[in-house]
């Protein structure tokens, strides 16, 4: 939000106390060139549900995740944003390999992944996960010194360095002095300070890749802040690839680069984040835009949207928001959209993003036409610009 | 930014306030968690609300919100003990100017709480799906109700009641045969909230009604509160943790911290110009939608453990703008001069020079121009040794 | 036997701290001194009986076996107990005896919530085939009887091993172990989807070191608790077993005594001073126990805790009783409500509190 407090920085020098980070924090990362450090290539997870019928019934399926492709690079953070169900979770899980893709493929710096006890183990060293709530991340009857221990000794570090590796790891998540954090238990830290500890723990086996589950939900909002600002840097400082899942839009376009959408399994809208949140191409970005809370906005915009949750078992075929979208085209419910190019780096999966040409043989009403020649993103100044139908 | 602008459907909120009668009074409230366990919950705690009024309690957690608006319907678990104050509840008038009994909830018994609660008072629990009993339908949730405080209705009455109820928050009839599993957690809310207004209180009670739903869904509940409110003009005092839920629905916003009463204002005041520094800090944790993109550090530290609270002002080992009369001396709450506004501040009570961002002033609500430094200096302050250790 | 339905709570579920979060059950607090009575009782008991335990056979005053005094006194100065109709002073049996009964029922206990980890850990963690196979194994002990079990056993020991405590103790083991592992082979299913254990094994941990380091720590106020009633269910084991006569009579027990004292009718010539006594020891013990067993479900539950109010603490401080649901108490000086009157306005207060000291209690 325009909040009345981020007026400028001359009203305000006391509040960033890292004028360095927060250079680097807004500075646009370029792409780096060369091999991503972890793909997922068309990853599925189907999970079989039991129905009510017996055995003799057929097998349904519950579409977790379907056919979701992303990469992430090295020195950049990745968003993804979903509600409850959208399947963002099952997602990170499946990039960390706790659970088996039911489809599709993971590339570790663009090596398929192999099977077998020891390649986990390297796994593990390269790609690690945050999870949501800290205090149930942790064991509650253990110390912080062994929450950080496990790690360091399990890739390798020798038992003389320990101390010093431990050392280094709380100084480099902020936790200042670090042997005041070393022997407390869990709940005698803030949830805040206990995050902190789980970045460190996923740190201590030295990952390309941090996968991030929504590591700030459940923390309160004034110390939110100061968690995503030490993910951004561990982007500049450690060249990592973070992965960030939240269902919260405003930080994902904080902290990310790219943000991908998903809804009900599949990703809707890919986009670098500005653009994702200046000019939202997919009716269901339109509609968390238009949720989340934003003083900053003029006009109240928001579409009547009153449809249920999505179906995940067995969802026949066509696109999956198209009950609870006000633009819904004959075509919606037939067929999957696929995916549009929109902008430089900003794809759609959305029929309405279809080239004016085919667009026409699929709309059928003279409402819904008139409803693609409105469909325009929300700005803030309340401006619009018209777009051509 | 203007945030009249956002709730162009609704009616000014001081437009309606013609009756400026109090409904419910806190004063001086204290909580204790354990008797002489030194944990203090909420510390002396001045709240008052009036009716038809919408007044949003934020705060993060430690804060004591919630702890204190229990204690004042006498509804917080063991081992919460109340060790101070006055809570008085002023109950509907009988006439236009009939006599206004005022029940004093910390001396009722259980008899007189019985008949305060549900028809008085009502509440709106966090997470309906443990509120609601799992193994009875909606209907018979609603018929509990109706049956513990209205004995005399019929079975088809409570019925009609309950269709009415229903289709007041949005729900079709069909859900009265649902248990609570079968209904998405929108659903189960919207139950809850229709429950709550079953007997038509006065004083609706919402705690983070929220927080376990997704921001769609929730987005809709709070407009069906909304709504609902400017129908049925009851008063409404909405727990959250989340600040910018409250900038279309609140009147006035109370901050609390560590258990005190930190900021109250209007709405807009609060948003546009706040003068506490934890407000300030508060609001300049949400990242913006739109705009440039900058670093932002939310407030260092984290909130105190209540066991532990910091002498003096206990924001101030995370105040930027910290005085040492804040370490030693506990601001009271006191009104801002010539405004209704309260604040808990040396800064603005002490005499003090006032830093530029907590001095804007509020005639931006209305005129929609952009606020500039007031020519108060803007003193520069040396960081706090310690600040920004730790966390 | 059973063992108690508390289960393992969620660790946070007392009092809550800065961040929220109140302090789980383990940890620092692990050494607390228990402050509810019952507790101390329970424990004051225990200890007692351990300490007899090790110093028994040394206090008692004469040989527990020699038949060398006059038969069938009551009690009296020389023998505060009596003697039996063989002539042997009741007292020195008893307290002899006390160091065989709990040196089973304690190794009984031990190995059987040592079994009872092993199986049901395993079972719960690992799941699959594994699963089923050690489910079906410990189905199978919990369905056959114990006691007939531990007859047909016993009966087929050679009569010089009969004599040996720890063997008794480890078979009577064997018919108490399968509960327990039910039960933690429950609780180590639903602690094995908590978050902390995923995160174990995404850090790469193996699983047994999962199961022993991170899995079992986190269910010791279950073994604790399954422990002393394991060993409250082997005492009345080995007392039956005694009592019938197929524990070796060379060494002293209170079933044994029990046994003597049926076998010579002490009942019908109403010799209480035979057969009582034991039999307060055994109920004494159990009692013990049992109120061990309260001291950990408060502690695995702080809410059973009466919020450190006591019944007599609340009254002291001036509230009605002990706190209720709905009824949060009040405790402060007198409310000045009564006396204001004002113009239309009418102030009730029922059930004023009396004026006391704000008293600081416990």
Redesign the interface.
């Known amino acids: ?7 400028s ?1 001359e ?8 004028p360095e ?3 680097a ?2 500075a646009r990362v370029p792409a780096p060139s060369g091999v991503l450090a972890l793909e997922a290539r068309h990853l599925t997870k189907h999970f079989a549900v039991r129905s009510a019928g017996g055995a003799l019934r057929r097998r349904r399926h519950l579409h977790a995740v379907d056919d979701v492709s992303l990469g992430l690079a090295r020195g950049a953070v990745t968003s993804v944003v979903g ?2 169900g959208s399947g963002k979770s099952v997602l990170a899980r499946m990039l ?1 390999r ?1 659970i088996a893709p039911s489809a599709g493929e993971l590339l570790l710096d663009g090596e398929p992944l192999a099977l077998g006890q020891r390649r ?2 390297e796994y ?2 390269a790609v ?2 945050v ?3 800290p ?8 110390r912080v010194s062994h929450h950080l221990a ?2 360091l000794l ?2 390798g570090t020798p038992r003389s360095d320990l101390d010093s590796a431990m050392k280094a790891l709380l100084r480099r998540v ?4 670090p042997e ?2 070393m022997d407390k ?10 995050q ?1 500890v ?1 970045i460190a ?1 996923a740190l ?2 030295r990952p390309g890749v941090l996968l991030a589950d929504e590591p700030v939900s459940m923390l ?7 968690v995503l ?1 030490l993910l ?1 840097e561990l982007r500049e400082q450690e060249r990592l690839a973070i992965l960030y899942i939240t ?5 994902a ?2 902290l990310a680069d790219d943000i991908l959408v998903m809804y009900a399994g599949e990703v809707v809208e890919r986009a670098p ?2 653009s994702l ?2 000019s939202p191409a997919h009716p269901y970005t339109q ?14 915009t ?1 579409p009547a ?2 449809g ?2 999505p179906r995940l078992i067995d969802p026949g075929p066509g696109c999956r928001f198209q009950p609870r979208c006000p633009h819904a085209m004959e075509i919606c419910r037939r067929e999957s959209p696929p995916v549009f190019d929109v902008a430089e780096g900003h794809q759609v999966a959305c029929w309405l993003q279809a080239p004016a040409s085919e667009r026409r043989g699929l709309l059928t009403t003279k409402s819904q036409h008139a409803a693609l020649r409105r469909l325009e993103p929300i ?2 100044k309340g401006v619009k610009e018209a777009k051509p139908p | 930014m203007s945030a009249l602008g956002s709730r162009v459907t609704r009616v000014a909120p001081w437009a309606r306030r013609t009756e400026a009668d109090t409904v419910l009074e806190i004063r001086g409230l204290c909580v204790d968690y354990g008797l002489g366990s030194g944990l203090h919950a909420v510390s002396n705690a001045d709240l008052v609300l009036h009716r038809g009024e919408v007044l949003g309690l934020a705060g993060e957690s430690g804060s004591g919100k919630s702890t204190l608006v229990y204690a004042a319907t006498r509804l917080l678990r063991q081992p919460g003990v109340v060790t101070a104050g006055e809570v008085r509840l002023h109950s509907r008038p009988a006439g236009p100017d009939g006599p206004i009994e005022v029940i004093d909830l910390l001396a009722a018994g259980e008899r007189e709480l019985k008949g305060v609660r549900w028809s008085q008072i009502s509440v709106v629990l966090q997470s309906a799906l443990n509120a609601l009993n799992p193994v009875i339908t909606v209907r018979a949730e609603f018929d509990d109700v109706m049956k513990a405080h209205r004995p005399e209705m019929s079975r088809a009455e409570r019925l009609a009641r309950a269709v009415e109820l229903l289709e007041m928050v949005g729900l079709s009839s069909d859900r009265l045969r649902n248990h609570a599993h079968e209904l998405s957690g929108g659903q189960r809310q919207r139950v809850m909230i229709a429950l709550a207004l079953a007997l038509e209180p006065q004083v609706v009670i919402m705690d983070e009604p929220t927080t376990a739903l997704d921001v769609v869904t929730q987005r809709e509940i709070l407009e069906e509160v909304i709504s609902l409110r400017d129908r049925l003009g009851f008063a409404m005092l909405f727990i959250t943790h989340d600040l910018s839920l409250l900038i279309e629905l609140a009147d006035e916003i109370a901050v609390m911290y560590a258990g005190r009463m930190v900021e109250r204002a209007r709405a807009d005041s609060l948003f546009a110009a706040p003068r506490h520094p934890y407000t300030y800090g508060l609001l300049n944790s949400f990242p913006p939608m739109h705009g440039e993109r900058r670093a932002m550090t939310g407030i260092a530290g984290s909130p105190p453990d209540l066991r532990a609270v910091p002498g003096g002002c206990p924001f101030h080992p995370r105040c930027p703008y910290a005085i040492e009369r804040c370490a030693t001396e506990e601001p009271p709450l006191v009104a801002l001069p010539g405004s209704s506004r309260q604040v808990a501040c040396w800064l603005h009570t002490g005499g003090e020079p006032v830093p530029g961002e907590l001095a804007r002033t509020d005639a931006t609500v209305a005129s929609g121009e952009a606020a500039l430094p007031t020519a108060a200096a803007v003193r520069r302050l040396p960081v706090t040794p310690g600040w920004g250790s730790g966390e | 036997m059973s063992v108690p339905t508390a289960t393992l709570a969620d660790p946070r579920l007392a009092i809550p701290l800065a961040g929220g979060e109140p302090a789980p059950v383990l940890g620092r607090r692990a050494l607390r001194m228990p402050r509810s009575p019952k507790v101390i009782v329970g424990l004051v008991i225990v200890v007692v009986f351990v300490v007899l335990t090790v110093i028994g056979p040394w206090i008692a005053p004469y040989n527990p076996s020699a038949t060398v005094f006059a038969p069938n006194l009551s009690p009296s100065g020389a023998h505060w107990l009596g003697t039996t109709s063989l002539g042997q002073d009741i007292l020195s049996q008893l307290l002899a005896g006390t160091r065989a009964t709990m040196v089973v029922g304690f190794a009984a206990g031990l190995i059987a919530t040592v079994l009872s980890v092993l199986i049901g850990v395993t079972a719960g963690y690992v799941g699959g085939a594994t699963d089923d196979g050690l489910s079906l194994v410990s189905n199978v002990f919990l369905a056959i009887p114990g006691l007939p079990l531990l007859i047909v056993i016993d009966s087929y020991l050679p009569s010089a091993d009969r004599s040996n405590s720890v063997l008794i103790g480890a078979i009577i083991s064997l018919t108490g172990w399968a509960w327990g592992a039910r039960v933690l082979r429950a609780l180590t299913m639903s602690l094995r989807n908590r978050d902390f254990v995923e995160a174990s094994r995404i850090v790469g941990e193996s699983r047994h070191r999962i199961m022993l380091v991170e899995v079992v720590p986190n269910l010791l106020p279950v073994l604790a608790s399954s422990f002393l009633f394991t060993v409250l269910y082997a005492i009345g084991a080995y007392v039956a077993l005694a009592y019938i006569g197929l524990t070796s009579t060379a060494v002293w027990n209170w079933g044994t005594m029990l046994y003597w004292a049926q076998a010579n009718n002490a009942p019908l010539i109403n010799e209480w001073w035979w057969f009582v006594p034991p039999g307060i020891c055994i109920a004494l013990v159990g009692t013990g126990l049992a109120l061990l067993n309260f001291g950990i479900d408060e502690f695995i539950n702080p809410r059973l805790r009466s919020g450190g109010l006591t019944g007599r603490a609340a009254r002291r401080a001036g509230l009605p009783g002990l706190p209720r649901l709905g009824l949060t108490p009040v405790v402060r000086a007198a409310a000045g409500g009564a006396g204001a009157r004002t113009d239309g306005l009418r102030l009730r207060g029922a059930a004023r509190l009396p004026a006391h000291r704000r008293d600081v209690v416990e």
Do not use: K, W
């Not at chain 1, 902020?174 to 002095?177: E, K, N, V």
């Not at chain 1, 509609?287 to 109240?300: E, I, K, Q, W, Y």
């Open positions: 939000m325009n909040s009345p407090c981020d007026r920085d009203d305000n020098p006391v509040m960033s106390t890292q980070t927060a250079q924090a807004t509600e409850s960390a706790i986990r183990h593990a060293a690690q996960l999870l949501q709530d205090f149930a991340s942790m064991n509650p009857v253990h496990r790690p399990i890739h902020a936790l200042d002095p005041q954090f238990f869990p709940h005698e830290l803030s949830g805040g300070q206990l902190r789980s723990r201590a086996v309160d909002v004034s110390i939110r802040l100061g600002n951004a269902h919260d839009i405003a930080s376009r904080y984040s500005i949140t200046d509609l968390l835009l238009s949720a989340a809370p934003d003083p900053g906005r003029r006009v109240s928001t949207d009153r249920a949750p700005r803030d």
